[in-house]
């Protein structure tokens, strides 16, 4: 009998202190095809973790990004840290060039820094 993968680390969404999710919130906005594959990445990363390259980067200290292959020959990023056995999803994007745009960087890197300060 083939036993079910176990999570070796939980995800847990960044929240404002309004309440609200950003990540979850942008994942909502995506077509049901891509919120699939980035739950099925996710998932791997949940299962698999630690992780690297190509599925997993680490792009600072305790900040690294998923890399998704998602429709329309399209890429998403979701950054995120580590506390304890959390995965915390920080961010979210749509690539439209090579390069991660500063600002979606210094805001995942602000919300890391506030997770991480917090625990």
Not at 39 to 54: N, R, S, Y
Not at 58 to 75: A, G, P, T, Y
Request: charged share 35%; glycine share 4%.
């Amino acid at each position: 009998m083939d036993k079910c993968p176990v999570k070796r680390i939980s995800v847990k969404f960044y929240c404002l202190a309004s309440g609200k999710e950003p990540v979850l919130i942008w994942l909502k906005s995506l077509s049901k095809n891509d919120k699939k594959i980035i739950g099925f990445d996710i998932k791997t990363v949940e299962e698999g973790w630690p992780l690297g390259m190509p599925l997993v980067e680490k792009l600072d200290k305790n900040f690294w990004e998923v890399r998704c292959d998602i429709s329309d020959n399209c890429i998403a990023r979701i950054f995120f840290t580590i506390v304890k056995h959390d995965m915390v999803l920080l961010h979210g994007i749509v690539k439209k060039t090579q390069k991660i745009p500063l600002k979606d960087l210094r805001l995942a890197k602000k919300r890391r820094d506030t997770v991480i300060n917090a625990k």
